[in-house]
């Protein structure tokens, strides 16, 4: 008992550690950790699912309808014989032909459910990037908690030097006030900038849903192996790629032709719904009924004749030996309708809209594209620019440092050196998670898996 007392105690012990101990590597595992976590969008992904599934089995509108009719009457009349009838009778009805108007609800149906698939699937890619974005925020906090704890690290070292030479007589008191004054200033942007990582932290472990309580740790080196690459000279393939996938594209496209289909099937006129009706009826005063009746009923319907919409009705009834009765009939209704060439030409005009909007869709569509490329590689040449001016400040500060020992510099001279040099490092920390951003949104609207873009442009 001891024993397996012991092993269940360590059992328990990993579980704890487990679910209190998080580490990303990469933000794909933190994404793929927040929609695991995700119950929205499991419950999203099913319905989505079910869409698609309802959609491609949803052929009712092409199958007969069935319907049965019993009945049974009984009636008692004074001085006479009591009379009971019972019948029975069912009826089979299908649409034949309807000039194609059915499939097309049916295809457009089918597309529509799949294009809210790639809503999902597009939103499902904006909550990655969202996530992805706190990764990073979260990441470059850190790293800025580095870069100036390490500025506040050297600045203590220099403050201590400047307390023992005034102590000594070799500095004047106001430079040390100076300075210290400086370094208080270091003091507390860096300990901002630790409350703001964890504020990050949390907002972080909300968005993926991870207990505020757990160890999260990043080991990602993604800020120091940043690529450089260029968009500007793809953007016509980037272009033909997100137009060619674009889910709202297509659905400005499906509601165009759907639009004109739509007024094509109302002004062909000579073309009927031709409707088909087969029945067998029963009739006694007894059970079993015998003697069965057959029927079978065309009817042609021109509905899209609007100022005089027709009806013809075949009917026709069996015996089990012959044809027994028929039965023709046709109406015609004339409706006074003034306004009939008005709107028609409204219709024209709605028509002439959507592919206005479409167009206008498309351009706004390509005007975001070409902005985020503009905006991606002249962050780019930002980032670029702020990593070469840290060497140069780099080989300055050695120079700088030799010239404060030997007396030359002052040390608030050389501490501002060092802030310039924290807020490039910071800088180029900025540059390089907007350039992150931007081609995340470049890669939702071609559909991409984050970090595939550079390599189908290559």
Not at 126 to 141: A, E, N, T, V
Not at 177 to 197: A, F, G, P
């Amino acid at each position: 008992m001891k024993i397996l007392f012991f092993v269940l105690c360590v059992f328990y012990s990993f579980r704890m550690l487990s679910a209190h101990d998080v580490l990303f590597s990469s933000p794909n595992e933190a994404v793929n950790f927040a929609v695991q976590n995700s119950q929205i969008y499991r419950l999203q992904n099913q319905r989505v699912l079910l869409n698609l599934q309802e959609a491609k089995y949803g052929i009712q509108d092409f199958l007969p309808t069935l319907s049965f009719t019993l009945s049974e009457s009984d009636s008692t009349t004074l001085l006479a014989g009591d009379t009971r009838t019972k019948s029975f009778q069912a009826n089979i009805s299908m649409e034949v032909f309807d000039g194609g108007r059915k499939k097309f609800a049916y295809d457009v149906n089918r597309l529509s459910s799949m294009y809210a698939y790639h809503d999902y699937e597009s939103s499902l890619m904006d909550f990655r990037s969202q996530i992805i974005y706190l990764y990073y925020q979260y990441l470059m906090q850190k790293q800025m908690v580095v870069i100036k704890n390490d500025l506040a690290s050297t600045a203590k070292n220099q403050l201590d030097i400047i307390e023992r030479e005034v102590a000594i007589g070799i500095t004047l008191e106001t430079d040390y006030l100076e300075y210290l004054i400086s370094y208080i200033q270091i003091e507390n942007d860096r300990d901002q900038s630790m409350r703001d990582m964890n504020m990050l932290e949390r907002r972080f472990k909300a968005a993926i849903e991870l207990s505020a309580e757990a160890n999260l740790t990043i080991a990602d080196n993604y800020l120091r192996e940043f690529t450089y690459f260029y968009y500007e000279p793809y953007t016509d393939f980037i272009w033909a790629i997100i137009k060619n996938n674009s889910t709202e594209i297509k659905k400005q496209n499906l509601s165009l032709e759907y639009a004109r289909q739509q007024l094509a099937f109302s002004r062909r006129w000579y073309v009927p719904a031709i409707s088909v009706q087969g029945g067998i009826a029963f009739s006694g005063e007894s059970y079993p009924l015998t003697e069965p009746k057959y029927s079978l009923r065309i009817m042609f319907d021109f509905s899209n004749a609007g100022l005089f919409p027709l009806n013809i009705t075949n009917n026709y009834g069996f015996d089990r030996n012959r044809l027994v009765s028929v039965n023709n009939s046709a109406s015609v209704r004339m409706e006074p309708i003034p306004t009939y060439g008005v709107r028609r030409k409204v219709a024209d005009i709605n028509l002439l809209e959507n592919n206005v909007q479409r167009i206008q869709t498309e351009k706004n569509i390509f005007e975001s594209v070409y902005d985020l490329i503009i905006s991606h590689d002249n962050t780019m040449r930002f980032a670029d620019a702020a990593e070469r001016t840290i060497l140069v400040m780099e080989r300055r500060l050695e120079f700088s440092r030799r010239e404060v020992d030997q007396g030359v510099k002052k040390r608030i001279d050389y501490l501002q050196e060092l802030i310039t040099m924290s807020q490039t490092k910071i800088a180029l920390l900025e540059y390089q998670t907007q350039v992150a951003s931007y081609e995340r949104s470049l890669e939702i609207l071609a559909g991409f898996p984050f970090g595939e873009l550079q390599n189908v442009c290559k």
